[in-house]
Every structure is written in structure tokens, then in C-alpha cells.
């Protein structure tokens, strides 16, 4: 986003912090949205009469939506413009948050969560666009990469706290009321800030990449929901699994053949974006993960509020911030490899230190150390990868931007699936019931997810190498 004064100079457009500000607060929504009808979900099954075995789709049918649907709307993102793009994914977004707040049946709601996961995969990847396309100067990139990097981090943890205060003092459906006037705002500052890009030339959507990448993603995301519920040898578990990976076998071998692919090769096969893809991936295993064994943690065993159990999450932010500050200047110095391994073993050793969580720990010795950990690696990884990968992407850019989320939303789908069954098994074979066992669970996974961490900060120093272009 820069505007022209003649064939050979661009000056910067001066509008672009303010388009900056419009597309975290529109990032900032969408990840609210992922995390925060989970402290709702018992309100929401009281009020409308869920089945247990129906509320969980209240979450599942939302990461379904957006984390299918990602690659899909980078491509629409090119071919229909980013501003115009924007604006369709707000408008959504808020009538479906509106839909699921006046919801007065369980299809109400679960409808518009769905059509919430819809067009969330519409705006994420025109947000990464305009972010790359507004910030191309490296002295302003590592800033504004930055201020996302807090919003997009940070986002789990307030949708916990938002989710708390609001079902607490005011009503369950504030949950979803919450994105309208959100929505509208970013609306106006989309309006405001944010100018007209032209259409690309030669941008066609890959109709049948385009399905099985859906489908594919989708039927993998589904399958890891129903692994922790249902078993990972239940036929409701591997049959999606295995049919995820099919389809996405065969999404690779049309990408190779087709003309105008949805996910040209080049972008994944680039050492420094597949560094990023494969870090981002990491990193939701374990984040959200903890974060989903803390929050139970602090309800379950320490008996907090979940106003208390939200405030304390703060801290994640906290250290997000501080690891975003960090990191930023460096952006333009610093090899991808040294910047994004040393932030996954920072959330690597905050999970260490989950493993050593007791039922009778305290929070500001025990917990507040996990948060901080987890939050300085996790904005030191985002801010590096969404960087790296929409950077000299060129028409590729909203796309690669797109497989960041992607790569997010299926690492933070199975982390959560397998590391609940790692944990739910540790916690059955435990001599003790009741919390220890709980207890339990939840080191023996916090363990293995810092493991899986540190293999994982090796795979990308060897994936991105010495001869990774720098971002």
C-alpha cells in the first residue's frame, strides 16, 4: 500500500499506521473468537439445552471453518482485492456474531459460529496482505510486524478474560455481541486507511485445490477434535484423520500439475517460509495446549473464579510483549534461523516447567513462570514468521500469509487432541484420584510437548540453513 509519484520513486502512504491499527483490531477479533465461549460453554449449555455431546461443536465448528477455509481466502484475497475483501469479512463477521448471540435454539448458535470461522478465513489472509503491502521498508517492518505479533498472541488469552467478565457480569450472548461494534470500527478504519490495491493480473481460483484443501484441513481438524472424546482408534477419529491426508495428498500432486494452483509450491518450498510454517506449527502444539491445561488447572484444582482464572492469564501477555519488543529490531539483522529457534525453546522451557506443576503449587512460583516463558517465545516466533513469510512474496503474498494461520489453527488442533489424550492417560494410570491425578496428567504432557519442542527448534535450523535469504 504505497502511493506513486512517478515511475521510479514510492513514498510511504500515511495512512499506513492507521491501516495497521485496523487490520490488528481486525486479527485481534478473530483470535478473541477462537478462545472465548470456552469459559462460556457451561452458560451456553444451561441456557440452550446443549446435549454434552453437542456443546463441544460450539468450539469445533469455528476452528472447522477458519482453519479450512485459510488457503481459500488468501487466493479470493488476490483475485477480489484486499480492501474489498476486508470489508465483506467484517460485515460477516459481525452478522454472524449476531446470528449466535440472538441464538434461541442450539442450530442458532452453531451456525453462526460456523459462518464465524467462514469469514475469519476471509479477513485473515487480506490482513497479513495489507500488513506486508502497507510496511515494505525493513526500518518499519520489524515495528509494525510487531504491534500484530501482540494483537494475534495475545488474543487467546484476553478471549479467556473477555469470556470470563462477560458471561460473569453480563450474559453469555455478549460473547458473540462483543465483534459487532468491533467489526464496525475496523470497518470504518478499513474504509479510512486502508486504499483500493488492483486487481492482479492472472489470479484464478484452483476450484479443485481449493476443495480438497478445505476438505482436507477440515477433515483433519475434525478428526483431532473427536480424538480426545472419542479415542484415537474410534472410527470417528482416524476415518477423518485418514481421509485429511488423502486429500491433501492429492491437493500436493494437483498443485504440481495445475496451471494457476491455490498454493504454488514455491511459497512451502521456500527454506526460509517452510522454517516459519514449520515453527508456527510447533509453537500452537505446545501453546495451546498449556494453555488449555492451565485454564483447567486454575478452575479445577486451584478453585479460581473464571474472572481469577482469566486475570491470570495476563501474564502471557505480558511476556508476549516483551518478547515482540525484543525481537522486532532484529527483524532486518538477524538470520530466520536465530530468531525463531531460540523462541521455540523459550516456550520449550516454560512447558518443562509445567511438567513440574504439583496439585498444591502456588500461582505467582509455579504458573506465572510457565505464562511468561510461553509468552516471550510465542512473540518472538510470530512476529519472525509472519514476517519471513510475506516477505518478497509478490503476488504470493496474501497465500503465504494464509499458511502461517494454517499451519497455527492444525498444530494447535492436534496439540490440544493428542496432549489431552497424553494427559488423560497419565492421569488415569495414577495411584492417586481426584486433582493429583489430574496433576499428573498434565506434567507427563507438559513434558512430552517441551520434547516435541526442542525437536522441533532443531527441524527448523536445519530447514532454513545458512543460506536462507534473511528477513
Not at 472465548?36 to 453437542?54: C, E, F, K
Not at 504491534?147 to 488474543?155: D, R
Request: one cysteine or more.
Amino acid at each position: 500500500m504505497t502511493i506513486t509519484t512517478n515511475p521510479t520513486r514510492q513514498i510511504a502512504d500515511p495512512r499506513r499506521w492507521w491501516a495497521l491499527a485496523t487490520v490488528a483490531t481486525a486479527q485481534l477479533m478473530i483470535g478473541i473468537d477462537l478462545t472465548i465461549m470456552n469459559i462460556a460453554l457451561p452458560s451456553v449449555q444451561r441456557s440452550l439445552h446443549l446435549s454434552d455431546s453437542s456443546r463441544q461443536w460450539v468450539i469445533t465448528l469455528f476452528a472447522l471453518g477458519y482453519g479450512g477455509l485459510l488457503l481459500l481466502g488468501g487466493r479470493l484475497s488476490d483475485l477480489i482485492g484486499r480492501r474489498r475483501v476486508l470489508l465483506a469479512g467484517l460485515i460477516g463477521f459481525a452478522a454472524a456474531s449476531a446470528l449466535g448471540g440472538a441464538a434461541t435454539g442450539p442450530a442458532m448458535l452453531l451456525t453462526g459460529r460456523a459462518l464465524q470461522g467462514v469469514f475469519g478465513a476471509l479477513l485473515t489472509p487480506a490482513v497479513l496482505a495489507t500488513l506486508a503491502a502497507a510496511f515494505p521498508s525493513p526500518a518499519e517492518r520489524g515495528k509494525a510486524f510487531g504491534i500484530y505479533g501482540t494483537a494475534m498472541g495475545s488474543s487467546s488469552g484476553l478471549g479467556v478474560l473477555l469470556g470470563g467478565v462477560l458471561t460473569d457480569y453480563f450474559d453469555w450472548r455478549w460473547c458473540m455481541y462483543v465483534n459487532v461494534p468491533i467489526a464496525a470500527l475496523a470497518a470504518a478504519g478499513v474504509l479510512y486507511a486502508v486504499r483500493p490495491a488492483p486487481r492482479m493480473d492472472g489470479v484464478r481460483i484452483d476450484i479443485a485445490g481449493a476443495m480438497l484443501a478445505s476438505a482436507g484441513l477440515m477433515a483433519l481438524v475434525f478428526g483431532f477434535a473427536r480424538a480426545e472424546p472419542d479415542g484415537w482408534d474410534a472410527p470417528s477419529t482416524f476415518g477423518p484423520l485418514a481421509a485429511g491426508v488423502g486429500a491433501l495428498v492429492t491437493f500436493v500432486w494437483v498443485q504440481i500439475r495445475v496451471k494457476g494452483p491455490l498454493l504454488p509450491l514455491r511459497v512451502v518450498l521456500d527454506r526460509s517460509r517452510g522454517g516459519s510454517y514449520v515453527a508456527v506449527f510447533s509453537l500452537a502444539t505446545g501453546m495451546f495446549a498449556a494453555l488449555f491445561f492451565l485454564t483447567f488447572y486454575m478452575q479445577n484444582v486451584l478453585g479460581y473464579s473464571p474472572i481469577k482464572a482469566g486475570l491470570s492469564f495476563l501474564p502471557l501477555t505480558v511476556g508476549l510483549m516483551a518478547g515482540v519488543r525484543t525481537v522486532s529490531p532484529l527483524l532486518a539483522r538477524a538470520p530466520v534461523r536465530s530468531l525463531l529457534c531460540p523462541g521455540l525453546l523459550t516456550i520449550a522451557a516454560g512447558l518443562a516447567l509445567l511438567g513440574l506443576l504439583r496439585a498444591d503449587s502456588g500461582y505467582w512460583l509455579h504458573v506465572l513462570p510457565v505464562f511468561l516463558l510461553v509468552g516471550l517465545g510465542t512473540g518472538w516466533v510470530l512476529v519472525t514468521a509472519n514476517s519471513t513469510a510475506t516477505l518478497s512474496a509478490g503476488a504470493d503474498r496474501a497465500v503465504a500469509g494464509a499458511m502461517v494461520m494454517t499451519s497455527q489453527q492444525v498444530g494447535a488442533s492436534l496439540g490440544t487432541a493428542l496432549l489431552s489424550t497424553i494427559a488423560a492417560t497419565a492421569a488415569a494410570r495414577h495411584h492417586h484420584g481426584g486433582g493429583e491425578a489430574a496433576v499428573h496428567g498434565f506434567n507427563v504432557a507438559g513434558l512430552g510437548a517441551a520434547g516435541f519442542l526442542c525437536v522441533a527448534a532443531l527441524a527448523v535450523f536445519l530447514i532454513t540453513g545458512p543460506r536462507s535469504p534473511q528477513p
